[in-house]
């Protein structure tokens, strides 16, 4: 494996709401009737890993989407303090 080849299988360092419902889109369904695959030891080992890469990869993705979206609103609600105490100190001489 090359570098580029390794540099293509990391993931992005940046959380995105794209990424994330492309992750969740991505999800195996779950199927009701007998699924007719080889059932070889490493083939199905394989699919698990990948799977619970996936959802780990989705749990950090939620997490940092939550904690940027707290961050913003945070920020916005003392933004606005700010501004207001601002205005309302030229009034009050």
Do not use: W, Y
């Not at 794209?18 to 083939?43: F, I």
């Amino acid at each position: 494996m090359n570098a580029f080849d390794r540099l293509a299988a990391t993931p992005p360092t940046i959380s995105t709401k794209a990424e994330l419902l492309q992750r969740l889109s991505e999800r195996p369904k779950p199927t009701l009737g007998r699924v007719c695959e080889p059932q070889d030891a490493n083939s199905s080992e394989l699919k698990r890993l990948m799977a619970q890469s996936n959802e780990e990869r989705i749990a950090r993705l939620r997490a940092s989407l939550d904690r940027s979206s707290a961050t913003l609103l945070h920020d916005q609600a003392k933004s606005r303090l700010g501004g207001f105490a601002r205005a309302h100190f030229e009034h009050e001489r």
